[in-house]
């Protein structure tokens, strides 16, 4: 499994960014994928997940109402789409998969095996 994750940037807070993830490798309808994010001398934390089969998203609750999550099944990409960002938001941002057969998304990493390279989001007040 390759996840590509892109998208990152510099905005002014109250700004909008699309992070986007390429997933490759196999077949994705069992898994749940998800978006973490690490700032700077922080550990690093949840931001939001989706499965591939559907159903409700699961966000963090510092970014759940600014945040949506998607998914595109047919061109295997998951988005994170970043609303009104605020300068706490500023991280280097993460999507990570995972097998997931039903229950409860995984919102922590180590649930998660299959990670891509960061992309940076820099907030600025």
């Known amino acids: 499994v390759q996840l590509q994750a892109s998208g990152g940037g510099l905005v002014q807070a109250g700004g909008s960014l699309r992070l986007s993830c390429a997933a490759s490798g196999r077949t994705f309808s069992n898994y749940v994928m998800g978006w973490f994010r690490q700032a700077p001398g922080k550990e690093r934390e949840f931001v939001a997940a989706i499965a591939w089969s559907g159903g409700i998203p699961l966000y963090a609750d510092s970014v759940k109402g600014r945040f949506t999550i998607s998914r595109d099944n047919a061109k295997n990409m998951v988005y994170l789409q970043m609303n009104s960002l605020k300068t706490e938001d500023t991280a280097v941002y993460y999507c990570?998969?995972?097998?997931?057969?039903?229950?409860?998304?995984?919102?922590?990493?180590?649930?998660?095996?299959?990670w891509g390279q960061g992309t940076q989001v820099t907030v600025s007040s």
């Open positions: 990570a998969g995972e097998v997931w057969y039903g229950g409860r998304p995984p919102r922590t990493g180590g649930e998660y095996g299959y």
